[in-house]
């Protein structure tokens, strides 16, 4: 065995699957807090010590109040069938816990302190982009905060697997005989879309494809979202040699590829193949039903409380990502 393996350090999660229990009710037991049989509150703590958990890590006592940030920049309404189920995932593990969830929108203009401070907190759970230099406002707050489905360097965080996500998307696509691949997306400034680019390079790399610079299609920073992506597609759709296949960056940019190339006659997947990424609700229902990367939302969310509870320094913890086939790929 590896030294850096039996130094690792074992975590809630561990003892969980080691006993086929929850997350909270592993929180619960080690706390020694109400909610569980005898039989099994003991069960969970003799695996504890079997497997060498410090119990000086539970910090729950300190813990009684969470702040979950959502930035601004996100279109609320647009963003929120992705981090609705994450924050249901934290609220899940919170009540638990008895720890007290609360939620709020900043922006860079905001008096930050100021703000978050009216909730109380005693920790933060920053979600999707920020910019370094908000995140450096909010670490002046010198409150424990964890990451999710973001990575700044020093901050624990927890993320899906986006580069696997976008490389298990674009060799999907290419298993459909796709030739002309491009890849849709809102802004390369946010740690994600970084990261499932970076799975799209890698697959068409590993194939030997090589796509014209005009296939990485980045939405205009200077216009709505939604609107932004709209106009992308139809440049894409307008190059003299179109792409016969799409990655879209989220599920929300892919149902936009769908109504562009509904508006232009074009049929998906039969001209124009898409993929898109997380799985949201809509994704299943729309028309064609969209083949997507699905994210486990929820466990997304637990995971970062998760790592709130155990003091971790982990810089990034990776969640599994899997292939959803529908029809909007071909597949």
Excluded at 130 to 144: A, D, T
Excluded at 163 to 172: E, M
Excluded at 204 to 220: G, K, T, W
Excluded at 296 to 314: F, H, I, P, S, V
Aim: charged fraction near 20%.
């Amino acid at each position: 065995m590896k030294e850096s393996e039996m130094t690792k350090p074992v975590r809630i999660r561990d003892i969980a699957q080691a006993c086929g229990v929850s997350l909270g009710a592993v929180s619960r037991a080690l706390k020694g807090q109400p909610g569980l049989r005898e039989e099994t509150r003991l069960r969970i703590i003799s695996a504890a010590q079997q497997q060498g958990y410090d119990f000086s890590r539970l910090r729950s006592d300190k813990i009684k109040r969470v702040l979950f940030l959502l930035h601004r920049q996100h279109n609320i309404s647009r963003a929120l069938p992705f981090y609705s189920q994450l924050l249901l995932g934290i609220e899940d593990l919170c009540r638990d816990q008895g720890i007290a969830l609360s939620f709020l929108s900043i922006g860079p203009g905001d008096a930050v302190s100021e703000q978050a401070m009216l909730h109380q907190p005693d920790a933060l759970i920053c979600a999707g982009f920020f910019e370094p230099e908000l995140l450096g406002l909010l670490q002046q707050m010198k409150l424990p905060m964890v990451l999710v489905d973001l990575w700044a360097p020093g901050l624990p965080c927890v993320n899906p697997d986006n580069t696997q996500g976008g490389y298990l998307a674009t060799r999907h696509l290419i298993e459909q005989g796709r030739k002309g691949i491009a890849f849709l997306a809102s802004t390369l400034s946010h740690y994600s879309i970084r990261q499932r680019e970076k799975g799209y390079r890698q697959a068409l790399y590993e194939a030997r494809l090589l796509m014209p610079p005009e296939y990485e299609a980045i939405a205009s920073p200077s216009l709505d979202t939604e609107q932004a992506l709209v106009d992308a597609v139809n440049d894409l759709l307008d190059l003299p040699e179109p792409p016969d296949a799409i990655f879209a960056y989220n599920d929300a940019a892919a149902l936009v590829v769908l109504q562009v190339c509904a508006q232009r006659g074009l049929r998906v997947p039969q001209d124009v193949a898409l993929v898109g990424f997380d799985d949201i609700d809509s994704a299943a229902w729309s028309n064609p039903p969209l083949t997507t990367i699905a994210v486990d939302k929820q466990q997304l969310g637990r995971e970062a409380l998760a790592l709130l509870l155990e003091d971790t320094q982990e810089e990034n913890k990776l969640l599994p990502v899997s292939l959803i086939k529908r029809s909007s790929s071909g597949g």
